[in-house]
């Protein structure tokens, strides 16, 4: 599984951008699919995930109420939709796939795909 991550770009704050991550493959809709981000500078931060079937999202809590993580499991593409963007969310945007969900996704640990990020810049 190879996965890409598109739409990032500038935005001002207030704005709102939605990301995509194709992951083509025959086996999309076995991974817990998720967004991280990198800031510069910082350590790398879970964003959401996403069960293979859609039915089980995860969010981290300071993004909880902004961004929606959706998946299309026919296009074997998992999205981000990022609503009323903030400074502080500029960073390299990054999709992951994993084959099971615990707790330890949320650190990055264990993930079998990572994609080549997308810069999401905020200007205030």
């Known amino acids: 599984v190879q996965l890409q991550a598109s739409g990032g770009g500038l935005v001002q704050a207030g704005g709102s951008l939605r990301l995509s991550c194709a992951a083509p493959?025959?086996?999309?809709?076995?991974?817990?699919m998720g967004w991280f981000r990198q800031a510069p500078g910082k350590e790398r931060e879970f964003v959401a995930a996403?069960?293979?079937?859609?039915?089980?999202?995860y969010y981290a809590d300071s993004m909880k109420d902004r961004f929606t993580i959706s998946r299309d499991n026919a296009k074997d593409s998992v999205y981000l939709q990022m609503n009323s963007l903030k400074p502080e969310d500029t960073a390299v945007y990054y999709c992951?796939?994993?084959?099971?969900?615990?707790?330890?996704?949320?650190?990055?640990?264990?993930?079998?795909?990572w994609g080549k990020g997308t810069q999401v810049t905020v200007s205030s």
């Open positions: 996403i069960s293979g079937n859609g039915g089980s999202t």
């Open positions: 493959g025959r086996t999309f809709s076995s991974y817990h």
């Open positions: 992951a796939a994993r084959s099971y969900y615990s707790s330890s996704y949320q650190k990055g640990i264990g993930m079998d795909y």
